[in-house]
């Protein structure tokens, strides 16, 4: 299972809003939005309190995937476009500038620690949650669209 990231940050309130899409193999099976409960003082903050939220949810698919279809539990990815954020998640050590993030978002830290949820970086151009998260050109709301994997059904039938 795959879960795509993205954060964007509201200027006027200071807090984030979270967009995840959840795959199963190249299909999409869930997603979300949601404003984050706490203004961060950092972009890298804010990734690492979304890739959390991601985390938690990410787990509970996980385990329900996995009593659906009798099968042993997979590791997750979770695709996050902010590399200082990855960083702070792979290394426990690196605490000095996060000492100010609140506890429960190490949460996944110890996820990764665990090796149940792997982390890698992917470019803000191929972030396919963006379409949830902010206001996107059309072409660029097409190419995300299609990205995701999603088809516009109303075409095929208005045609």
């Not at 203004?39 to 385990?63: G, M």
């Not at 695709?79 to 978002?105: C, E, W």
Request: glycine share 4%.
């Amino acid at each position: 299972m795959k879960a795509i990231k993205q954060l964007r940050c509201n200027t006027q309130e200071g807090k984030g809003t979270t967009g995840i899409i959840f795959y199963y193999g190249e299909s999409p099976i869930s997603w979300s939005t949601q404003k984050q409960a706490t203004v961060a003082l950092s972009s890298c903050e804010s990734e690492f309190i979304a890739a959390t939220a991601a985390a938690t949810q990410a787990l509970w698919l996980k385990r329900l995937l996995s009593k659906l279809t009798h099968s042993q539990e997979e590791k997750v990815t979770i695709q996050v476009d902010n590399k200082s954020a990855i960083a702070l998640m792979k290394n426990p050590v690196f605490h000095g500038r996060s000492k100010h993030i609140d506890t429960k978002y190490h949460f996944i830290r110890e996820c990764v620690e665990r090796e149940d949820i792997q982390v890698e970086f992917v470019s803000g151009e191929y972030q396919k949650a963006d379409i949830l998260t902010k206001a996107l050109p059309k072409i660029r709301f097409l190419t995300m669209r299609q990205l995701i994997g999603l088809k516009d059904l109303c075409s095929r039938i208005c045609d």
